[in-house]
């Protein structure tokens, strides 16, 4: 009953750019923090950047001064601006919030399915 779906991803060459967005739909009755993670072949799936429902933003330090995250609370989207891509970038990346149903008394996860990033020449 609640879906994120992510768009933007694709093939892009080293120092190139790209943005990711998430819209989060269904019966939702408030949307907490929000955020993108990523994982690349053989690792561990790992937090890429959140951000509040306030506006408060938190980053990786291989991300941080190139990758910005934004939020619209109204459209209930989630974007990721992903500038001076790396090769070490590509994975696939999944937004996920923490989202409290209409009807319910608590927040749980909700992912994405997930949208590649490939970052090569």
């Known amino acids: 009953q609640v879906q994120l779906v992510e768009s933007g991803g694709g093939l892009v060459q080293p120092g190139g750019s790209l943005r990711l967005s998430c819209a989060a739909s269904?019966?939702?009755?408030?949307?907490?923090?929000m955020g993108w993670y990523r994982q690349a072949p053989g690792k561990q799936r790992e937090l890429v950047a959140t951000?509040?429902?306030?506006?408060?933003?938190n980053y990786a330090d291989s991300v941080k001064g190139r990758f910005t995250i934004s939020r619209d609370n109204a459209k209930k989207m989630v974007d990721l601006q992903m500038n001076n891509l790396k090769p070490e970038d590509t994975a696939v990346y999944y937004c996920?919030?923490?989202?409290?149903?209409?009807?319910?008394?608590?927040?749980?996860?909700?992912w994405g399915q997930g949208t590649q990033v490939t970052v090569s020449s």
């Open positions: 996920n919030a923490w989202i409290q149903q209409l009807g319910t008394m608590s927040m749980r996860v909700y």
């Open positions: 951000i509040t429902s306030s506006g408060s933003t």
């Open positions: 269904g019966r939702i009755l408030h949307i907490n923090t």
